[in-house]
């Protein structure tokens, strides 16, 4: 098994939708723990996950907790977090202000790169 490979989650689902918040942030940091490149990118509703706010609202029963401490275990453990610019302003999110510390506005072109240099991509 390749240990130094580079992974991207792509996550499109938001905090509407609770269950499925948490799996890209702990495979991410999982990844990040064995030596791997790992980021996950926010598309579409995904990008509510990383609203200033928003994740302090969500929580699943044990084992999983609370979001924002599965997003704050991810970020120390080097995971980068990729926002799309189009589908934070469709939704009305402010680019400056509007998302946590350490998120990154990235497009299309920037995605499709990604997508392509790395070795395994999963979707959320």
């Known amino acids: 098994m390749n ?41 579409i509703k995904g990008v509510t996950i990383l609203q200033r706010g928003q994740a302090d609202k969500v929580e699943l029963p044990q084992p999983f907790g609370s979001l924002k401490a599965a997003i704050e275990q991810a970020a120390a453990a080097g995971v980068s977090f990729l926002v799309c610019e189009e589908s934070a302003r469709m939704l009305g999110i402010d680019l400056q202000d509007g998302f946590i510390d350490g998120a990154k506005m990235i497009g299309a072109c920037t995605l499709n790169a990604l997508v392509g240099e790395s070795d395994a991509v999963m979707y959320f």
């Open 3 to 43: 240990e130094k490979g580079k992974y991207l989650y792509v996550q499109t689902s938001g905090v509407e939708t609770p269950e499925r918040t948490y799996a890209p942030f702990i495979l991410s940091a999982a990844a990040r723990a064995r030596g791997m490149d790992a980021s996950v990118f926010f598309g």
